[in-house]
């Protein structure tokens, strides 16, 4: 199993903190591709260039493996002001 976290505007978009999910997915991009078909707004929070994906709280890019056990996070960038 995975733990996918989702955080700010992205948990707002696609409706939910976290999932749990079988470890089938080979990298973050499997994962993101697979997460976006679930309809609805997750294409949009998934959006590839707006979107800063980690694994285990280490910031990956998007072939990243991931693992039996692995937590992999996905937020937007952050901004400040």
Same mark, same amino acid.
């Given at each position: 199993?995975?733990? #996918?976290?989702? %955080?700010?505007?992205?948990? +707002? &978009? #696609?409706? !939910? +903190?976290?999932? $749990? *999910?079988?470890? $089938?997915?080979? !990298?973050? +991009?499997? @994962?993101?591709?697979? *997460? ?7 294409? &949009?929070? &998934?959006? =590839?260039?707006? @979107? *800063?994906?980690?694994?285990?709280? !280490? *910031? ?6 991931? #693992?039996?056990?692995? +937590? #992999?996070? %996905? %937020?937007? =960038?952050?901004?400040?002001?």
């Amino acid at each position: 199993m995975i733990k #996918v976290i989702f %955080f700010a505007q992205v948990r +707002e &978009l #696609v409706g !939910t +903190e976290q999932l $749990e *999910l079988a470890a $089938e997915y080979p !990298t973050v +991009e499997a @994962l993101r591709q697979a *997460l976006c078909t679930r309809g609805n707004k997750w294409p &949009l929070a &998934l959006e =590839p260039g707006k @979107l *800063l994906m980690a694994v285990n709280q !280490t *910031l990956v890019t998007v072939d990243h493996p991931i #693992v039996d056990g692995d +937590e #992999v996070a %996905f %937020f937007p =960038p952050v901004t400040g002001g």
